[in-house]
Antibody, heavy 119, light 108 residues
């Protein structure tokens, strides 16, 4: 079954860091970029960036540069995103998503990980 | 970066047609993709490259794009179509995915 399975919910204090994982199965992990998208409660989708699992190349949205790091481990078909210096405004559901192998659209989403930042 | 504009909400009676628009500069020259997101669920791709449907998506969902506007059309709307819908393009200037703000479709 082609799927992305993410790690469970996290509760963090302001200033802390969080690392969300995303495990792919059912397809060739190295053939698709992984994107990270977040969604605050009642808000729209916000793209955070992407990573190419083969090269390790990344593209971070300007808003998050310097505060996030995306990595992959190809041997386990896993992707990770770390967000540092958390603020209350980072409270959101974080999704990993797969970019189509030769298209510029997302064709598969993880189930989402709730990250709550609270004192 | 590239901006996509969607109207916040659309209301439609069952059996009628819902049209959801996505505005952007020369969007007709880009590939536009559409996602459906039901409450509490992850988004699902319903249209890619303006008008193509992934397998499993009903023919009631169709898309078009020209000039500065792309449109997602849902024919014979059903209660299960009630959801948020997002358009997406690739911003080649910044090598980045861009989403519209989303449109909430309410089935009356």
């Amino acid at each position: 079954q082609v799927q992305l399975v993410q790690s469970g919910a996290e509760v963090k204090k302001p200033g802390a860091s969080v690392k969300v994982s995303c495990k792919a199965s059912g397809y060739s992990f190295i053939s698709h970029d992984i994107h990270w998208v977040r969604q605050a409660t009642g808000q729209g989708l916000e793209s955070m960036g992407w990573i190419n699992p083969t090269t390790g190349n990344t593209g971070y949205a300007q808003k998050f540069q310097g505060r996030i790091t995306m990595t992959t481990i190809t041997s386990t078909s896993s992707a990770y995103m770390e967000v540092r210096s958390l603020k209350s405004e980072d409270t959101a559901v974080y999704y990993c998503a797969r970019r189509h192998d030769f298209g510029d659209y997302i064709d598969l989403w993880g189930q989402g990980t709730q990250v709550t930042v609270s004192p | 970066s590239y901006i996509l504009t969607q109207s916040p909400s659309v209301s439609v009676a069952p059996g009628e047609t819902a049209r959801i628009t996505c505005g952007g500069d020369y969007i007709g020259g880009k590939g536009v993709h559409w996602f459906q997101q039901r409450p509490g669920q992850a988004p699902v791709l319903v249209i890619y490259y303006d008008r193509d449907r992934p397998s499993g998506i009903p023919e009631r969902f169709s898309g078009s794009s020209s000039g500065n506007t792309a449109t997602l059309t849902i024919s014979s709307v059903e209660a299960g179509d009630e959801a948020d819908y997002y358009c997406q393009v690739w911003d080649s200037t910044y090598d980045h995915v861009v989403f519209g703000g989303g449109t909430k479709v309410t089935v009356l």
